[in-house]
Structures are given as structure tokens and as C-alpha cells.
């Protein structure tokens, strides 16, 4: 493949993402958490999205800097931070179930800067967030741009 050298020179950072069973957004009167602390960068209510059902599942995102200070953690460990600090956060005691999934490439930091790469010799097209930057509409932009290519 013609651009192994831009593919190599991407660059991701970790996130650990946490599901658990939270409260009702309608009684505590809000559906998501942007960067609330240090630990957390982002909590949703999955119900606020549309054709969801409507159950008290949540699902939250650590920062990155958390992340990568206790990437190489257990699992039940990482559970039971998260599960405190979102506790705090939103003033209610969690339990289980619950659980958190090391998401080794999460976030891309340093992306290739080009909506796709594309080698004409191999017939290859190449996309992905990892294109373009850390979303999934850049995702859809470069998936987007491969189906032009």
C-alpha cells in the first residue's frame, strides 16, 4: 500500500468507556454531563437519543489523561473509580451491573489530514476517522469520500 508512511505516523489516544445503570434524566433534570471533572469528559443517557428505549442506561466516557494513566488497569478496578466518581457526580449511589471497556485507540489525536488515502496501483481506498479526526462525522466524511473515490 502506497501511504504506509502516513497510515504509521497516525497517532490515537486511549479512552475507557463505562456503561452502567444511572438515574432517570427526567428526575434529575438534565440527560448528559460535558467534562464534569477530571476523571470524566462525557455521560449520556442513552434514552435521550432518538428511537432508544426509554430504560436509565448510561454509558460514559473517562478523559483521555485518566485513560491513559490507567490503561493498562484491571478491569474491576477501573469499574469501581469510574462507578465512584460518576456516583458523585450525579449525586446517586450506582451498583452493579456495570460495566467498562479499555478502548485501547479511542480518541484519534494526530490524524492523516486527507479525507481518504488511496493507492490506484493496489485498487485500495483507505478511510476512517483516523483520516480526519477523533468523531464518527469524520468517520462519515471519509467514508463518504471513499464511495467517490
Known amino acids: ?6 497510515i504509521a505516523a497516525v497517532e490515537f489516544d486511549p479512552v475507557w468507556a ?11 433534570g438534565f440527560d448528559a454531563l460535558e467534562h464534569p471533572s477530571c476523571v470524566i469528559a462525557h455521560a449520556e443517557a442513552q434514552s435521550s437519543k432518538p428511537q432508544r ?5 448510561w454509558v460514559a466516557h473517562a478523559t483521555t489523561e485518566w485513560s491513559r494513566a490507567h ?7 477501573v469499574e469501581e473509580l469510574l462507578a465512584r ?26 490524524p492523516v489530514g486527507q479525507e ?5 496501483s493496489l485498487g485500495l481506498v483507505a478511510c476512517g476517522d483516523w483520516c480526519l479526526g477523533p468523531t464518527v462525522e469524520h468517520a462519515l466524511l ?7 473515490s
Do not use: C, N
Not at 18 to 28: L, S, T, V
Not at 53 to 57: A, E, F, T
Open 116 to 120: 481518504v488515502l488511496v493507492d490506484e
Open 142 to 148: 471519509s467514508g463518504r469520500a471513499a464511495g467517490r
Open 18 to 28: 463505562f456503561m452502567f445503570e444511572g438515574p432517570d434524566r427526567i428526575a434529575i
Open 85 to 110: 466518581e460518576l456516583s458523585r457526580l450525579l449525586e446517586t449511589e450506582l451498583s452493579p451491573p456495570w460495566s467498562a471497556h479499555r478502548w485501547r485507540y479511542g480518541l484519534v489525536r494526530t
Open 1 to 6: 500500500f502506497a501511504h504506509l508512511k502516513e
Open 53 to 57: 428505549r426509554q430504560d436509565r442506561s
Open 71 to 77: 490503561l493498562e488497569a484491571e478491569r474491576p478496578v
